[in-house]
C-alpha cells in the first residue's frame, strides 16, 4: 500500500516530467517528519518547513495545500496571526482559482483552529457547522475535521459527545500512522474526562498521552499534557503530585529553546499556587520571574494576570505599600489589554489585597467593580448559556442511548451463556445416560446450580440497567421509559376536558460541586451525591422518583403534582438538602441546590423532553440568580410556542409570555453572620 509521501512524490515527478525539485521533495519529508515526531518548538518546525519550501510555488496542487495547512496549524500554536492569515489566503486562492475543493476545507478546520486559540468560542462555533458537510476519502483530513470537532464541542460543554468525536479521531490518527495527531487527540480525551469527572481515566490518559509523546520526541506537548495531569491532581484534591507536575512542566520548558510560552504558563500557575498555599516568598520569586519573561515575549494578559499576584504575595509578607501599587498596576495592565474576563477575577483579588493592607475604601471599589463587571458578563453570557443549555441536553440523549445499547449487549451476552449451559445440560444428560443415574444427578444438580447464578446475574443486571451504582437513584433509562408511560398516559386522559392530570419536573444541581471536588476530593464529591439522594429519597412521596441525570444534577418526577404542589415541595426540597451540612471524615461540607420546576404538559401537545429542557432553562435562571433557590414556571399564556420557551425563557416571562416565580433557600450560616455584621 502506497504512502501519502509516495503518492505526492509521484504526483510530483509527474507534473514536471520526472524532475523532481529539492524543495517540494523536502517539504513532504519535514511534513512527514512532524507526522511522526512532532516537534520541539513551533518556531523550530515553521523554519523547517519554510526552508523545505522555497520551491514550493510550482508544485502539484495537492502538495502546496499540505504545505500551507500545515504552516497555517504551526502559525495558530505560535500564535503569529498575520502569517496564519496569510496561509488561509493561499488555501482559499487555490480553492477559488484551481478548483481545489479540499484546500477550502483545510482553511474552515484552521480557521476553527484559530478561533479556539484566541478564545472566541462564539465564532468557533458558528464556524463548526461547516463540519457537517465535509465528507471525503481523505483519511489526513476526516481525522482533523473530527478532531476540530471534538475540540469545538468539549469548549461548549458537550463533554460526551465531544469524546466520541475525539475517539473517531483516534483510530483515523492510528489508521494513517500519525503519532504527532495521536497524542493530541489523547489530550483532547484526557480534558473532556476531567470535564465530567472521570479523573481516574483523565489520569490514565495523561500518562498513556505523555509516554507517547516522550517516546516519539513530541516536546512540545509535553508540558501541556503534564500540566493538564496537574489539573487532574488538583481536581482530587492532590497538592502534593500537583506541585511536582507543575515543576516538572518548568523544568521540561528551560530544558529546550523557544519554549518561553509555556514556560510563562507555568511560571504563572506556580506563583499562583505558593500564593494560594500561603508561601508568599517563593509565590513572588516566582511572579517576578513570569513578569520579565511577559515582557520579553510581549503577553500583556499574562504579566498582569501575574503582578495581581506578585501584589497579594507582597501584601502577604507584610510589604503593604508596594503590595497595593503592584495590584494597582496589574489592572491598570489588564484594562489596557481589554482582558475583561481576566479583569473581573483581578479586581475579586485586590478587593482581598486592599482589605488585608487596611484599604477598607479601596477594597469596596474593587468589590463593587467587580460585581459591576459580574453583572455585565452574567448578562452577555445569558444567550450563551441558553445555547449551551440545549446543546448539553442534547449530548445527553447521546449518552442515554449509549447506556441503553450497553445494557442491553450485558443482557443478551447473559442470554447467550444461559442458553449455552442449557445446550451442555442435554448433551451431558445424553452422556449420563449411558454412564449412570447417580452422575445424571450429580450434572444436573451442578446446571441448577450455575443456572440460579446466572438467574442471579440477570437480577443485577436488571436492577443496574434502572439505578444509578453511586446514588442508589434511578438512572436517565428508567426516566425516559417512565415519562414515556406517563405521556402516553396523560395524552390518553386529555381526551377528557374535566380532567387537569399533570407530572411535575424538577430539575436541580448541587451548588458549586466543582468547588467540593477541587477542595475536598472526588471521594468527598462522591458522598456530597449520595448523601443529597438519601434527603431526596426520603423527602418525597412512595410514587414520587428521584432520577441522577448526570454529574450533580437530579430529576424528581412528580406525578399528579399541580403548580402550587410544586412551590411547596420546592421550598422544603432547597430547606431539606441545606439544613445540614454532609459529614466527609471530620470535615463537615455545607450544601445547597439550585432547581428549575415545570408541570407537564406546560403546552398542548409538548413532549416531555421539551418541558424538561425548559426547567432545564429555570434552573440555569437560578443559577445566575445567586444560587440556593428554585425558578417555578408556574402559567404560560395562550398561544406562546415551544421553540419561544426554550429560545429565551427569560425573554418569554419579561414580556408576559410566561410567569415565573423564585423560592429562595435558607440563609446560611456566613450570610445570617454578614447580615448581623451589617
Not at 458558528?126 to 481523505?138: C, R, T, Y
Not at 474526562?193 to 509535553?222: C, H, K, P, Q
Given at each position: 500500500m502506497k504512502t501519502l509521501l509516495s503518492i505526492c512524490l509521484a504526483s510530483l515527478l509527474m507534473a514536471t516530467g520526472g524532475a523532481v525539485r529539492a524543495g517540494p521533495a523536502e517539504v513532504m519529508q519535514?511534513?512527514?517528519?512532524?507526522?511522526?515526531?512532532?516537534?520541539?518548538?513551533?518556531?523550530?518546525?515553521?523554519?523547517?518547513?519554510?526552508?523545505?519550501?522555497?520551491?514550493?510555488?510550482?508544485?502539484?496542487?495537492?502538495?502546496?495545500?499540505?504545505?500551507?495547512?500545515?504552516?497555517?496549524?504551526?502559525?495558530?500554536?505560535?500564535?503569529?496571526?498575520?502569517?496564519?492569515?496569510?496561509?488561509?489566503?493561499?488555501?482559499?486562492?487555490?480553492?477559488?482559482?484551481?478548483?481545489?475543493?479540499?484546500?477550502?476545507?483545510?482553511?474552515?478546520?484552521?480557521?476553527?483552529?484559530?478561533?479556539?486559540?484566541?478564545?472566541?468560542?462564539?465564532?468557533?462555533?458558528?464556524?463548526?457547522?461547516?463540519?457537517?458537510?465535509?465528507?471525503?476519502?481523505?483519511?489526513?483530513?476526516?481525522?482533523?475535521?473530527?478532531?476540530?470537532?471534538?475540540?469545538?464541542?468539549?469548549?461548549?460543554?458537550?463533554?460526551?459527545?465531544?469524546?466520541?468525536?475525539?475517539?473517531?479521531?483516534?483510530?483515523?490518527?492510528?489508521?494513517?500512522?500519525?503519532?504527532?495527531?495521536?497524542?493530541?487527540?489523547?489530550?483532547?480525551?484526557?480534558?473532556?474526562?476531567?470535564?465530567?469527572?472521570?479523573?481516574?481515566?483523565?489520569?490514565?490518559?495523561?500518562?498513556?498521552?505523555?509516554?507517547?509523546?516522550?517516546?516519539?520526541?513530541?516536546?512540545?506537548?509535553?508540558?501541556?499534557?503534564r500540566g493538564n495531569e496537574g489539573w487532574v491532581f488538583s481536581s482530587k484534591g492532590d497538592k502534593v503530585n500537583q506541585l511536582r507536575a507543575l515543576n516538572d512542566v518548568l523544568e521540561i520548558t528551560r530544558k529546550y529553546k523557544n519554549m518561553a510560552d509555556s514556560e510563562l504558563i507555568a511560571l504563572v500557575n506556580l506563583a499562583e499556587y505558593h500564593a494560594t498555599a500561603r508561601e508568599f516568598k517563593q509565590a513572588a520569586l516566582l511572579a517576578e520571574e513570569a513578569i520579565a519573561l511577559a515582557d520579553k515575549v510581549g503577553k500583556p494578559i499574562a504579566k498582569g494576570v501575574v503582578l495581581?499576584?506578585?501584589?497579594?504575595?507582597?501584601?502577604?509578607?507584610?510589604?503593604?505599600?508596594?503590595?497595593?501599587?503592584?495590584?494597582?498596576?496589574?489592572?491598570?495592565?489588564?484594562?489596557?489589554?481589554?482582558?475583561?474576563?481576566?479583569?473581573?477575577?483581578?479586581?475579586?483579588?485586590?478587593?482581598?489585597?486592599?482589605?488585608?493592607?487596611?484599604?477598607?475604601?479601596?477594597?469596596?471599589?474593587?468589590?463593587?467593580?467587580?460585581?459591576?463587571?459580574?453583572?455585565?458578563?452574567?448578562?452577555?453570557?445569558?444567550?450563551?448559556?441558553?445555547?449551551?443549555?440545549?446543546?448539553k441536553f442534547s449530548g445527553e440523549r447521546k449518552d442515554h442511548e449509549i447506556e441503553r445499547l450497553s445494557l442491553e449487549n450485558a443482557r443478551r451476552q447473559a442470554e447467550v451463556a444461559a442458553r449455552a449451559w442449557q445446550q451442555r445440560l442435554w448433551a451431558t444428560a445424553a452422556v449420563a445416560l449411558a454412564l449412570g443415574a447417580v452422575l445424571l444427578i450429580q450434572m444436573v444438580s451442578r446446571a441448577r446450580r450455575r443456572n440460579r447464578v446466572l438467574e442471579d446475574s440477570n437480577a443485577v443486571l436488571s436492577d443496574q440497567s434502572v439505578h444509578d451504582p453511586l446514588t442508589g437513584a434511578y438512572n436517565r433509562r428508567h426516566c425516559a421509559e417512565l415519562m414515556g408511560q406517563q405521556q402516553l398516559m396523560l395524552a390518553n386522559k386529555s381526551r377528557d376536558r374535566n380532567c387537569k392530570a399533570s407530572v411535575g419536573l424538577m430539575l436541580l444541581d448541587v451548588d458549586h460541586f466543582k468547588r467540593v471536588n477541587d477542595t475536598h476530593g472526588h471521594a468527598a464529591g462522591d458522598q456530597v451525591l449520595i448523601e443529597?439522594?438519601?434527603?431526596?429519597?426520603?423527602?418525597?412521596?412512595?410514587?414520587?422518583?428521584?432520577?441522577?441525570?448526570?454529574?450533580?444534577?437530579?430529576?424528581?418526577?412528580?406525578?399528579?403534582?399541580?403548580?402550587?404542589?410544586?412551590?411547596?415541595?420546592?421550598?422544603?426540597?432547597?430547606?431539606?438538602?441545606?439544613?445540614?451540612?454532609?459529614?466527609?471524615?471530620?470535615?463537615?461540607?455545607?450544601?445547597?441546590?439550585?432547581?428549575?420546576?415545570?408541570?407537564?404538559?406546560?403546552?398542548?401537545?409538548?413532549?416531555?423532553?421539551?418541558?424538561?429542557?425548559?426547567?432545564?432553562?429555570?434552573?440555569?435562571?437560578?443559577?445566575?440568580?445567586?444560587?440556593?433557590?428554585?425558578?417555578?414556571?408556574?402559567?404560560?399564556?395562550?398561544?406562546?410556542?415551544?421553540?419561544?420557551?426554550?429560545?429565551?425563557?427569560s425573554g418569554a416571562a419579561a414580556g408576559g409570555q410566561a410567569t415565573l416565580q423564585t423560592i429562595m433557600g435558607p440563609v446560611s450560616r456566613q450570610e445570617r453572620e454578614t447580615i448581623m455584621a451589617i
Amino acid at each position: 500500500m502506497k504512502t501519502l509521501l509516495s503518492i505526492c512524490l509521484a504526483s510530483l515527478l509527474m507534473a514536471t516530467g520526472g524532475a523532481v525539485r529539492a524543495g517540494p521533495a523536502e517539504v513532504m519529508q519535514v511534513i512527514e517528519q512532524h507526522r511522526q515526531r512532532g516537534f520541539v518548538a513551533p518556531a523550530i518546525a515553521i523554519d523547517e518547513l519554510l526552508n523545505a519550501g522555497k520551491g514550493i510555488d510550482g508544485a502539484p496542487v495537492e502538495l502546496r495545500m499540505r504545505y500551507h495547512n500545515a504552516l497555517a496549524q504551526l502559525y495558530v500554536a505560535e500564535e503569529n496571526h498575520p502569517r496564519f492569515k496569510a496561509q488561509l489566503d493561499a488555501l482559499a486562492r487555490m480553492e477559488r482559482e484551481e478548483n481545489c475543493t479540499p484546500c477550502g476545507h483545510y482553511k474552515l478546520v484552521r480557521e476553527i483552529h484559530h478561533a479556539m486559540r484566541v478564545q472566541d468560542s462564539r465564532k468557533a462555533r458558528a464556524l463548526a457547522g461547516g463540519l457537517d458537510h465535509i465528507k471525503s476519502a481523505d483519511k489526513h483530513l476526516m481525522q482533523a475535521v473530527h478532531y476540530t470537532r471534538a475540540g469545538v464541542l468539549d469548549s461548549s460543554g458537550n463533554h460526551a459527545r465531544a469524546l466520541e468525536e475525539a475517539m473517531l479521531a483516534s483510530r483515523l490518527a492510528i489508521e494513517i500512522n500519525n503519532p504527532a495527531e495521536q497524542v493530541r487527540t489523547l489530550n483532547m480525551m484526557l480534558l473532556s474526562n476531567v470535564a465530567r469527572g472521570d479523573l481516574e481515566r483523565a489520569g490514565s490518559l495523561a500518562r498513556e498521552a505523555y509516554a507517547l509523546a516522550e517516546r516519539i520526541g513530541f516536546v512540545y506537548m509535553l508540558p501541556y499534557i503534564r500540566g493538564n495531569e496537574g489539573w487532574v491532581f488538583s481536581s482530587k484534591g492532590d497538592k502534593v503530585n500537583q506541585l511536582r507536575a507543575l515543576n516538572d512542566v518548568l523544568e521540561i520548558t528551560r530544558k529546550y529553546k523557544n519554549m518561553a510560552d509555556s514556560e510563562l504558563i507555568a511560571l504563572v500557575n506556580l506563583a499562583e499556587y505558593h500564593a494560594t498555599a500561603r508561601e508568599f516568598k517563593q509565590a513572588a520569586l516566582l511572579a517576578e520571574e513570569a513578569i520579565a519573561l511577559a515582557d520579553k515575549v510581549g503577553k500583556p494578559i499574562a504579566k498582569g494576570v501575574v503582578l495581581g499576584t506578585l501584589g497579594q504575595a507582597q501584601i502577604g509578607m507584610g510589604e503593604f505599600e508596594r503590595g497595593v501599587a503592584t495590584t494597582e498596576e496589574g489592572l491598570k495592565v489588564l484594562e489596557q489589554a481589554g482582558a475583561s474576563s481576566y479583569l473581573v477575577k483581578s479586581y475579586a483579588m485586590a478587593a482581598e489585597s486592599y482589605e488585608q493592607a487596611g484599604r477598607p475604601a479601596q477594597s469596596l471599589a474593587a468589590l463593587r467593580k467587580f460585581v459591576t463587571m459580574s453583572e455585565e458578563a452574567n448578562q452577555k453570557a445569558r444567550e450563551k448559556a441558553i445555547t449551551e443549555a440545549q446543546e448539553k441536553f442534547s449530548g445527553e440523549r447521546k449518552d442515554h442511548e449509549i447506556e441503553r445499547l450497553s445494557l442491553e449487549n450485558a443482557r443478551r451476552q447473559a442470554e447467550v451463556a444461559a442458553r449455552a449451559w442449557q445446550q451442555r445440560l442435554w448433551a451431558t444428560a445424553a452422556v449420563a445416560l449411558a454412564l449412570g443415574a447417580v452422575l445424571l444427578i450429580q450434572m444436573v444438580s451442578r446446571a441448577r446450580r450455575r443456572n440460579r447464578v446466572l438467574e442471579d446475574s440477570n437480577a443485577v443486571l436488571s436492577d443496574q440497567s434502572v439505578h444509578d451504582p453511586l446514588t442508589g437513584a434511578y438512572n436517565r433509562r428508567h426516566c425516559a421509559e417512565l415519562m414515556g408511560q406517563q405521556q402516553l398516559m396523560l395524552a390518553n386522559k386529555s381526551r377528557d376536558r374535566n380532567c387537569k392530570a399533570s407530572v411535575g419536573l424538577m430539575l436541580l444541581d448541587v451548588d458549586h460541586f466543582k468547588r467540593v471536588n477541587d477542595t475536598h476530593g472526588h471521594a468527598a464529591g462522591d458522598q456530597v451525591l449520595i448523601e443529597v439522594a438519601r434527603r431526596l429519597q426520603q423527602l418525597v412521596r412512595q410514587h414520587d422518583v428521584v432520577v441522577r441525570w448526570g454529574g450533580e444534577e437530579f430529576v424528581l418526577i412528580l406525578p399528579g403534582t399541580s403548580t402550587d404542589g410544586m412551590l411547596v415541595l420546592a421550598e422544603r426540597v432547597l430547606n431539606t438538602v441545606a439544613e445540614q451540612s454532609v459529614p466527609v471524615g471530620a470535615t463537615e461540607i455545607p450544601v445547597t441546590v439550585s432547581a428549575g420546576c415545570v408541570c407537564y404538559p406546560l403546552l398542548p401537545g409538548q413532549h416531555w423532553e421539551d418541558a424538561l429542557k425548559v426547567a432545564d432553562l429555570a434552573m440555569y435562571m437560578a443559577k445566575q440568580g445567586g444560587r440556593n433557590r428554585a425558578v417555578c414556571v408556574m402559567q404560560v399564556e395562550q398561544g406562546v410556542t415551544s421553540e419561544a420557551l426554550l429560545t429565551d425563557l427569560s425573554g418569554a416571562a419579561a414580556g408576559g409570555q410566561a410567569t415565573l416565580q423564585t423560592i429562595m433557600g435558607p440563609v446560611s450560616r456566613q450570610e445570617r453572620e454578614t447580615i448581623m455584621a451589617i
